[in-house]
């Protein structure tokens, strides 16, 4: 059997907010008309909120009551949306502090952020926008794994990757300069803050044509 055991706990919930009005009582008036309509909690620059604490109350005893049985193979009832509430604002938490995990990840990769360490932050961003999906069916981020630069001769003859659509943008940096116009070259800031000439040439990624398991082999 399964039981759905609830306690009750008396308290108090105290909320302050900020509101411009041109007397008290009109700012109480204001304030329970945004408890009305359910806006006082919304914490905007016009209403902001102060205060928002639960304290226990009184002597009661901490009181605990099942209220529904459920034979083994019945499913959960659906959560209240008291619920539901508590798990969006707990995504959005979730989900910032993906993003700023994975945006660290990059920067101590040299700028490059894994889709993947994205990926995550994306499905806590839709649970907590409330459009969240199965994550078993959920749509896949494509990506771009595998990138390869073919040389012939010491000259790119190509760029070419898995997922093209995705790559990043590709550029050779050539420090050797001699016989391009001033015009063709480019001012590279350097590491030390120096400024450097070189020529850039920006590459189109395209499909690739050969096997790339076959380039990206591991070392034995």
Same mark, same amino acid.
């Given at each position: 059997?399964?039981?759905?055991?609830?306690?009750?706990?008396?308290?108090?919930? *105290?909320?302050?907010?900020?509101? $411009?009005?041109? /007397?008290?009582?009109?700012?109480?008036?204001?304030?329970?008309?945004?408890?009305?309509?359910?806006?006082?909690?919304?914490?905007?620059?016009?209403? !902001? =909120? =102060?205060?928002?604490?639960?304290?226990?109350?009184? @002597? /009661?005893?901490? +009181?605990?009551?099942?209220?529904?049985?459920? %034979?083994?193979?019945? !499913?959960?009832?659906?959560? @209240?949306?008291?619920?539901?509430?508590? &798990?969006?604002?707990?995504?959005?938490?979730? #989900?910032?502090? =993906?993003?700023?995990?994975?945006? &660290? &990840?990059?920067?101590?990769?040299?700028?490059?952020?894994?889709? $993947?360490? =994205?990926?995550?932050?994306?499905?806590? %961003?839709?649970?907590?926008?409330?459009? %969240?999906?199965?994550?078993?069916?959920?749509?896949?981020?494509?990506?771009?794994? *595998?990138? #390869?630069?073919?040389?012939?001769?010491?000259?790119?003859?190509?760029?070419?990757?898995?997922? !093209?659509?995705?790559?990043?943008?590709?550029?050779?940096?050539?420090?050797?300069?001699?016989?391009? $116009?001033?015009?063709?070259? &480019? +001012?590279?800031?350097?590491?030390?803050?120096?400024?450097?000439? %070189?020529?850039?040439?920006?590459?189109?990624?395209? !499909?690739?044509?050969?096997?790339?398991?076959?380039?990206?082999?591991?070392? $034995?």
């Amino acid at each position: 059997m399964k039981y759905v055991v609830q306690y009750t706990l008396p308290y108090e919930h *105290r909320v302050m907010v900020g509101i $411009e009005a041109n /007397s008290p009582d009109a700012a109480v008036t204001k304030a329970e008309s945004l408890f009305d309509e359910g806006d006082i909690w919304q914490d905007t620059a016009t209403v !902001p =909120l =102060l205060l928002d604490d639960f304290d226990e109350t009184g @002597d /009661s005893p901490l +009181h605990f009551t099942v209220e529904q049985a459920l %034979a083994g193979e019945e !499913p959960w009832p659906e959560p @209240d949306a008291s619920v539901m509430t508590i &798990r969006r604002r707990d995504a959005a938490f979730r #989900a910032s502090q =993906l993003l700023v995990e994975a945006y &660290r &990840r990059g920067e101590a990769r040299g700028g490059s952020i894994d889709w $993947e360490d =994205l990926d995550e932050a994306y499905q806590a %961003a839709l649970q907590a926008s409330g459009a %969240a999906v199965d994550q078993a069916h959920a749509p896949s981020v494509k990506h771009c794994a *595998r990138l #390869a630069v073919v040389l012939e001769g010491g000259i790119v003859q190509a760029v070419i990757a898995d997922q !093209p659509e995705v790559a990043p943008d590709v550029a050779v940096v050539d420090y050797d300069t001699d016989g391009y $116009e001033p015009n063709e070259l &480019r +001012h590279i800031t350097q590491s030390d803050g120096s400024q450097s000439i %070189a020529l850039v040439i920006e590459h189109y990624v395209e !499909p690739a044509g050969i096997n790339l398991d076959e380039v990206f082999q591991e070392s $034995e």
